[in-house]
């Protein structure tokens, strides 16, 4: 049957959580200190979906990993540049997975109108730590993303400081006037 990707409903939270989990209790890539409570996880999920797509990865009915996007700042001007998350079941990495929720994922972002595609990601101080790797920067390289910039020691999990990247991809090419934004509810896709 192969991996499917759809829109993540509210009734995806738990499964979605439990993938989230063990990168908050076990590692540095997010920043939160505590697994959200399930209720906390979907009502942020139902809250994306108002304005941005929040897409699961499905294979046999198991929820594999998700992406979603989110608003890059809070003012208008601002409306056509998103942050992006993606997580996958650790114990599905290197499947394609990321891949295929990124790619879905970018091509309802251009239906958007999103020009501007941004990934904040925690980056570990020494080449070796037992708490975070460079994956996610090499992954983000291979989606066409590039370095914007680095905050130095901007988190601290695990007894240790961690600096932070901003990496960018242009999805479109900025036209003058630029085209209306269209939250995702108001989409059509095929």
């Known amino acids: 049957m192969g991996i499917r990707i759809r829109q993540?409903?509210?009734?995806?939270?738990?499964?979605?959580?439990?993938?989230?989990?063990?990168y908050v209790t076990d590692t540095a890539v997010t920043f939160?200190?505590?697994?959200?409570?399930?209720?906390?996880?979907?009502?942020?999920?139902v809250r994306t979906l108002?304005?941005?797509?929040?897409?699961?990865?499905?294979?046999?009915?198991?929820?594999?990993?998700?992406?979603?996007?989110?608003?890059?700042?809070g003012r208008a001007a601002y409306d056509w540049s998103v942050e992006t998350t993606i997580y996958v079941d650790?114990?599905?990495?290197?499947?394609?997975?990321g891949y295929a929720l990124e790619k879905r994922l970018e091509d309802i972002l251009r239906s958007q109108h999103i020009q501007n595609v941004n990934a904040c990601i925690s980056l570990p101080k020494e080449e070796?730590?037992?708490?975070?790797?460079?994956?996610?920067?090499?992954?983000?390289e291979r989606m066409g993303f590039s370095l914007v910039g680095?905050?130095?020691?901007?988190?601290?999990?695990?007894g240790r400081w961690y600096h932070m990247?901003?990496?960018?991809?242009?999805l479109g090419?900025?036209?003058?006037?630029?085209?209306?934004?269209?939250?995702?509810?108001?989409?059509?896709?095929p």
Request: aromatic share 14%.
């Open 8 to 22: 993540a409903l509210p009734v995806d939270a738990e499964a979605l959580l439990a993938i989230y989990a063990p």
């Open 32 to 45: 939160d200190y505590e697994v959200p409570s399930p209720e906390a996880f979907r009502d942020r999920m």
């Open 50 to 73: 108002q304005t941005y797509p929040f897409l699961a990865a499905e294979e046999e009915g198991r929820l594999l990993g998700y992406a979603c996007a989110g608003p890059f700042k």
């Open 90 to 97: 650790r114990d599905q990495r290197r499947r394609g997975i």
């Open 128 to 140: 070796e730590d037992p708490f975070l790797t460079r994956d996610s920067i090499l992954f983000h």
């Open 150 to 158: 680095t905050f130095h020691d901007c988190g601290y999990k695990f």
């Open 165 to 170: 990247v901003w990496m960018e991809k242009m």
């Open 173 to 189: 090419d900025h036209r003058v006037p630029a085209e209306p934004f269209i939250p995702y509810p108001d989409l059509v896709l």
